[in-house]
C-alpha cells in the first residue's frame, strides 16, 4: 500500500423494520480476515440502515474475504433481515485536519 493511500470497501444496507439486533449478531465474521486493517459499522438513527466500512491492505486481501467460504456463511446469515444492499471498493487516504 502506498503511503497515505487506503483500500476501503462500503456496503449499505437496508434492515427490515425491528431486526438490528438480529442483524447485528449475523454480520458479526466468525473470524476476522488477514488484511483487515479496522472495521466500522455506522446505523441510522432508525435502527434500520447500517453502513460498514472496512480498511484492507490490499484488494487482494479483500477479494479473498468476499470470496471466502466465512463471508458466504455470514451473507446466509443476514439475508433474512435484508432488504436491499449496495457495495463499492474504492482507493482513498486519510484528512489531515490542522491543529487549531
Request: glycine fraction near 6%; charge should be negative; include cysteine.
Amino acid at each position: 500500500m502506498e503511503f497515505d493511500q487506503a483500500f476501503v470497501w462500503i456496503t449499505t444496507r437496508r434492515l427490515k423494520p425491528g431486526t438490528r439486533d438480529e442483524f447485528a449478531r449475523a454480520w458479526r465474521p466468525t473470524e476476522f480476515p488477514a488484511g483487515m486493517l479496522r472495521a466500522y459499522e455506522c446505523y441510522s438513527a432508525d435502527g434500520n440502515e447500517v453502513v460498514g466500512i472496512s480498511i484492507w491492505d490490499s484488494p487482494e486481501s479483500r477479494e479473498r474475504f468476499r470470496l471466502s467460504e466465512v463471508e458466504a456463511e455470514r451473507r446466509r446469515s443476514m439475508a433474512p433481515f435484508v432488504i436491499e444492499e449496495r457495495a463499492g471498493f474504492y482507493t482513498g487516504r486519510e484528512l489531515r485536519i490542522p491543529e487549531r
